[in-house]
């Protein structure tokens, strides 16, 4: 069985997440120290909850350095919601904090109002469509190779993931008319700002992928 280190630093959804690369066939494994994410041969970096908190957690264990080690080695790298987020560059989530810089970009807030200018709700919570943004051919050679255009998947955040360089952005969903980061993905590195876990077989096709990489 595949192993796949699980980052733990107090602020993800462990359990699911856990039980979902289980049911996938891997061997989940916690990690917190800067050794096991150095050894590490899959990584997931989940979370829920605000953007500084979440780094001060990776800080506070001395993780940030080998996070970034680890994302330029290429080795296979997901992040999940927060964990996604922390990906980039900065993020506006209460104040402006700085994040692993793995991806170029920034964290914005959810638009208030759709496209024809009315309120929706924030934040987005339930199923939204995945889809392929213009500058994309397809999904070959990602996590969602075997995911179709269309397919629903599990959100639950208020900001939302803005990289400078389209071709890192993998999938898009639609709030209200407004385009919203689902996914970014840069060689072996990967984010979802949904939940994989949380998304029924969708989800666990979309880790199945990963853990082939």
Known sequence: MKRVSIVDYGMGNLFSVSRALEHCGATPVLVSTPAEIESAQHLVLPG????????AGLRGLHLIEPLQRYAASQRPFLGICLGMQMMMDWSLEF??????GIIAGGVIPLPPRDMAGALHKVPLIGWSSLEIPPQRNGWDGTILRATRPGTAAYFVHSFMA??????????????????????VSRGQISGCQFHPEKSGEVGLGILKSFLAG
Request: aromatic share 6%; proline share 3%.
């Open 48 to 55: 829920v909850g605000a953007f500084a908190d979440g780094m």
């Open 95 to 100: 104040g402006r904090h700085e994040g692993l």
């Open 162 to 183: 803005a990289p400078d360089d389209k071709a890192d952005l993998l999938a898009n969903t639609d709030y209200g008319g407004v385009k919203v980061c689902a996914a």
